[in-house]
């Protein structure tokens, strides 16, 4: 069981667009169409912000979007306002016979 | 509208056994493809999936941690409860409980706020 792999920490003006990458195995990221994104602000819960690869939960701006290819699952942000600073971590259903939930390392937003 | 808190204790010692219950409202645990899970983060950590019980009871670890591990549901209290045992101080972390929703390909919908558990003698 290891974490999916995020880069530490991307960065962007405001009104550019990021991307922060998700990589994981044929085991988890590659063999489920359930890769989730969350936000979470210093000293708050996590929040949903992407489930099933690509879709938004009722209330979430459509600057974000996910998708994936093959192992990777990747968020993009665009129009990056100031609120938007904060961590970001990818989360994947994993295994076969016994399946369980990971997590990515995280990543830290910076809005300049 | 589906809230969840955590709760018990903030300090337990090295070698204990803590026990943690997840209380919520606003949705049954008796409602197909519905769950609870445990996520932990440790102070400027990740977050790290530990445990996760279905509305069927079907109970799922973390495979690092689950010998160490239980979670059991009272569908009737509305309580999840997360047991750990052998407690130590890497284990010092805020433990939320979240809503596993049935519709949103299983991600973690509504969060607790969290509790923060030290572990030190």
């Known amino acids: 069981q290891s974490a999916l792999t995020q880069p530490a920490s991307v960065s962007g003006s405001p009104g550019q667009s990021i991307t922060i990458s998700c990589t994981g195995t044929?085991?988890?990221?590659?063999?489920?169409?359930?890769v989730s994104w969350y936000q979470q602000h210093p000293g708050k819960a996590p929040k949903l912000m992407i489930y099933e690869g690509s879709k938004r939960p009722s209330g979430v701006s459509n600057r974000f979007s996910g998708s994936k290819s093959g192992n990777t699952a990747s968020l993009t942000i665009s129009g990056l306002q100031a609120e938007d600073e904060a961590d970001y971590y990818c989360?994947?259903?994993?295994?076969?016979?016994?399946?369980?939930?990971?997590f990515g390392g995280g990543t830290k937003l910076t809005v300049l | 509208q589906i809230t969840l808190k955590e709760s018990g204790p903030t300090l337990v010692k090295p070698t204990q056994t803590l026990t943690l219950t997840c209380t919520f409202s606003g949705f049954s645990l008796s409602t197909s493809g519905v769950g609870v899970g445990w996520i932990r983060q440790p102070p400027g950590k990740a977050l790290e999936w530990l445990a996760l019980i279905y509305w069927d009871d079907d109970k799922r670890y973390s495979p690092s941690l689950k010998s160490r591990l239980t979670i059991t549901k009272d569908t009737s209290k509305n309580q999840v409860v997360l047991t750990m045992t052998n407690m130590d101080p890497v284990d010092t972390a805020t433990y939320y409980c979240?809503?596993?929703?049935?519709?949103?390909?299983?991600?973690?919908?509504?969060w607790g706020q969290g509790t923060m558990v030290t572990v030190s003698s």
């Open positions: 044929s085991s988890d990221v590659g063999s489920y169409n359930l």
């Open positions: 989360c994947s259903y994993a295994g076969s016979s016994t399946f369980y939930v990971v």
């Open positions: 979240a809503h596993r929703s049935a519709v949103a390909g299983g991600a973690f919908d509504i």
